[in-house]
Every structure is written in C-alpha cells, then in structure tokens.
C-alpha cells in the first residue's frame, strides 16, 4: 500500500481536512491581480471570428456583463493578434475594462504580436515549437537538451515583450497536444503534462520572468486532477508556487459538460487549489459564466466548517489512479441478479423514494419510470434501460408489486421487519442501532456511518460483517473532506467493506445540485473510493438518478452512455460546433460505451481528443475530416454529408448498434 507521510500531504494541498486555500504568487493582468489572497476569479473565450470586431466586442461585453472577470480571445495568426487592438480600443470606448487575453497555438508572431497590446496572452508548450505527428522520437540526454534549446531560442523573444510590455502569460499544456518529444520521453501521462510546462517554466525563470499562470487541461477529469496536483509537487520541489488556472476541456454540453467540469475542477476546489476557472461547454461562452460563480460560490466561508480528524498519513497515491480493493457482498439467491456491491462489480447507483409519493404508503409500478423502468402491460414485462438505478430507498413507504429483476428495495428497519421480501434489505440509522438489533438480513445490510463512528469500540468487529455495507453520511459544510477521511481511515485499516457514498442537499436547485454532487462524489470517485451513490434532494427522482450515472460517466467508473468529447468553439471553429453536436448526438446518443471527438479545427484536432474512438473535426469552411482514434480515414468532406459520414464510418467498424 503506497503511503505519503503528512509533509508529503501538504506539498500538492494545504489540508486534507481543514479547508485552506493555497496560496500562490500573484500575477498582474490588467486592473485583475490573481492569486495570493485574490478571489478565484472567472473567465470564458469568445467564440466570434476575431476579425469580426464588433462581433467579439458585443459577446465580450454579454461575457462580461454574465461576470467574467478576464475574456480570452483567440488569435491564429498575426492578423487577428494585430485586430486585438480594435478589439480592445472599441471596449474601452465602451467603458470595459476587463483584461483580455489572446489564446494562441502554433503562431510565435502571433504570441509577440499580441503580447504587445493586451494584457495576457496564453502558449501552448506543445505546439508552440514543437509538431504532432504522432511519431515516436528517440533522445539521449544531449540531444534532448539541444532540443530545449531550440525552444528556448523561439520563446524567448515571447518573454522579452512581455516584460517590455508588463504582460501576463499562461502556459498552459493541454493532454491531447502534448508534442511527439514530450510524449517520446514521458508518455502520454500527467506526469508529460507537467514536464511540458515546466521546461517552459524554467526559461521564464532563467529570464527573471514571473509572470506567470500555469494550467493542465485534459478532457478526462482523472487525468486533469492528477496533473495539477503532480505540478503543485513539482513546483514545490524547485521553490515554485505560481498560480493556477483549472479547467475542464471539452467538456460537452448541458448536464453532462457540467457534470464532468464539476468533478475536475470541484475535486481541486475542494483542496483549496485553483486561482482563476473557465468552464468550457460548448455553449455560447456567457452560458460558462454563471455555471463558473455557482462553483466557486461554494467555498465562500468554507474555513468555517466543523472540525475533522486530521490526516498524518496518506495510504493511496493522489497522483495515480488506484481502484480501492474491497469485498463483494453475496447474492442471496442465485436467481437474482445485479445485487453485488463491491468487488469488482461497477458502483451501484440507489435511488432515494423516502420523501415522494405525498404520504402513500405504498407506490404504484409507474414510480420506477423515472429511474430508468419501463413496464409493457400487454405482455407483463419490464425493460431495464443502462440508466436503470440498482436499489431503490423508501424509508417507510412500501412496494407491493414485484420488483424488476435486477432491482431492489431498500427500508427502515422496522418496516423491513415487517415486509422481508427476498428483493429488499434494512437500512439502519446508526450503527449502534444495528449492533442492538435482533433481526437482520442474512445476505445484505445498509449501516449509516458517520466520522464519529470510525472510533467506536465496536467499529473494528463490525467491518469483518460479510453482509454489512457502510452507508456514509455527512452534515459537515467541508463534506467531502469529511467523508474521505472516513474512506482513509478504512485504508489505513486496511478494512475491505464495501461503501456507498451518501450525500443530502436540502436547499439546492437542480442546477446546484449537478454540480454539488458531481464535485462531492466526483472528488471521492476520482481516487478510487466508493461502491455506489446515494443521494437525497428536494428534486424529482429522475434528475437525481441521471445526475448519478452521469457522475459516473464522467468519473469512468461506470459508462451507460455515449461520451462526447466536443470543444466549446472560438473563433477558429469552422462549423456551428452546437448544431452540428445536436445532429450527432441525435444519432448516436444510444451508442454506449462509444466515444466520438467533436472539434472545430484542427488546432483541437486528434491530439485534443485524446483517447476519442471517432473524431469529427473541421479542416475548412464547409470542409470536415473524420478519424478512427488518432487516424484519418476521409478528409474534406462536405459538411452537409460528414454526419453521415460519421455513420458510416462507426458501422463499418462494427461499432454500431440498432435503436431498439
């Protein structure tokens, strides 16, 4: 079992327990310090064509007026970075004087350029010198360092305007356009992503520049968290702490783009770590904007929180990814199936009835409808959808019907006493109240357990229950901290009894709770901790049940749908990213299991969709280009055939399933 002693702890976060947020260097960009004692500010990028003045002036000031604190700007080539000037004039005429920061990839001119006229720019270190041909290099130790100093002879000059020019910098590493020498010589790993930032860091510091922020985005949630925390270490390690920029990238749209945002970006949150976000969805960028404030909101008065055990050892890497080992409970039949918890079963999603149906006390068969049932009167039969929920909780309530196979109940104890159906199990409040009660079930036992309980006399004995399942709650305002400390506790006991991560949120909209409980579960998923969701919240149970599945999709823990890996535009996008992500998501939304990129030119191209089965991606106006994985199989179609394109390429591959 790997183990980090308590320095070690704090060299990638502050607290495991107590929230503290870290405390970085600040940067200068414009009138809008970041870092040090700053708030966590907000930003979003255009979508426009930066030739189109107005254009980008108007959806700045919509972004602005949403509550952007900085607008990112992208400029391709040395035209669009000389128009940031009328861009930036027109804005202040308007009275706007938000910073602007011009995004760049490929285009050094470009990047010295705009360096000169607005008030940040951002580099890619992956593509800034280097190429993506996907090409396995071969270095020794010399060669590699002559090709540092080949790119320290091209992005020094970079350097040199920004001091003149008193401009900010982002150097920001993107997983899917790490370049062949990065990938050559680290892999295709956070641990590449940190390296390609930090050979550009250390040029900046050679050159006495330090204005700097610094971001490793990855459309994969795991990837991205581990990143960030590995460049913390790194930093740290050469007397570093520049501020850090967190995002998501290609995070899609609607509930799942927020979903899969909140469990990256909430998950480094949490720990205190992050100065400025940029939610991308592909969305027009003010939609960004408030999903941004409602993040970071949270952390408002954190400190305040109730106090949690301290941590003095870590029993688990936060830096790889490592599925905790646990026991799986018995079925208690042989002829019912899907009840497993734990092991190497995906973690079970439990929808929570207790406080629907207006005080019946009995549910009628159509309240499974809206957790992923259906029920075929004619023939007397139920199909079960890859969104169907695993267990269903009704507290007191009962079901008097049988129950789809695969489904199970979930009561108080008393009412279990009562009922004992072959499909249902006791819940019990307390662990105290399970100690003392006389009658359980012989196959499976739901047993809430709070912090308090981890140093109970009786704990220890209760985790060698081979019918037992931790249920863990939590009333703290730093919940997830809380909770994880009780899943380390269980590490560090190396006690194997699985555990379902329970969590209520009384107060929160629909909105809230997308992103709550993806950052709360999310942050617990993302290290490999939890056997299933439980969640509990003045919302219909459907929205409950598709946050769950999409928390686990997001996470990679459990996969029941299409993953869609879609950039959020700019104005390098060559098609309307959001009409064109519709038309394929109408198509292939029942694809499970698949994942299609969905990229509007080529700068986020193969390499940005990473590990993508299918890639849509626009090479031309008008012009598309499809890829198998990282190849291309067609290029320049028309636009208004590539979708079917698209189609046919998936069936081709035996990829494709028929819509039942």
Known sequence: MSVLTGSEIKNYCESLTAYKRRKSSVVTIGDVPMGGDYPIRIQSMTTTDTMDTMGTVEQSIRMIDAGCDYVRITAPSLKEAENLQNIKNELRKRGYNTPLIADIHFTPNAAEMAARIVEKVRVNPGNYADKKKFEQLNYTDDSYDVEIDRIRQRFEPLIKICKEYGTAMRIGANHGSLSDRIMSRYGDTPLGMVESAMEFLRICEE????????????SNPIVMVQAYRLLIIKMNEEGMNYPLHLGVTEAGEGEDGRIKSAAGIGTLLEDGIGDTIR?????DPEFEVPVARMLVSRYTGREKHAPIPPVTQLPYSPVEYKK???RETPSPSPHIWGLGIGGKNHPRIIADFSSVGNGLKSFPTSVLFS?????????GNWKINDQAADYIYTGDNTIDFPLPQGLSAIYNISTWKEKKQDTSYPYFSHIEEYIH???????????SLKIGDIKSPSFAELNKDATLVWVIETANLHG???QRRIFIELLEKEYNTPVIIKREYDNATADELRLYAATDAGALLIDGMGEGLWFKAPVAPSILNSIGFGILQATRTRISKTEYISCPSCGRTLFNLQSVTARIHERTAHLKGVKIGIMGCVVNGPGEMADADYGYVGTGVGKITLYKGKQVVQRNIPSEQAVDALITLIKDNGDWVSEE
């Not at 050159?207 to 990855?218: C, E, F, G, P």
């Not at 939610?279 to 969305?283: A, G, I, P, Q, R």
């Not at 957790?371 to 023939?379: L, Q």
Request: proline residues 0%; glycine residues 4%.
């Open 480 to 482: 997830m901290a809380e």
């Open 324 to 326: 905790h080992e646990t």
């Open 207 to 218: 050159n006495d520049y330090r204005q700097i922020v610094l971001s490793m985005k990855a």
């Open 279 to 283: 939610v991308s969805l592909t969305e």
């Open 371 to 379: 957790i992923g049932y259906s029920f075929n009167a004619n023939t």
């Open 437 to 447: 009660s006389k009658e359980k079930s012989g196959a499976l036992n739901f047993v």
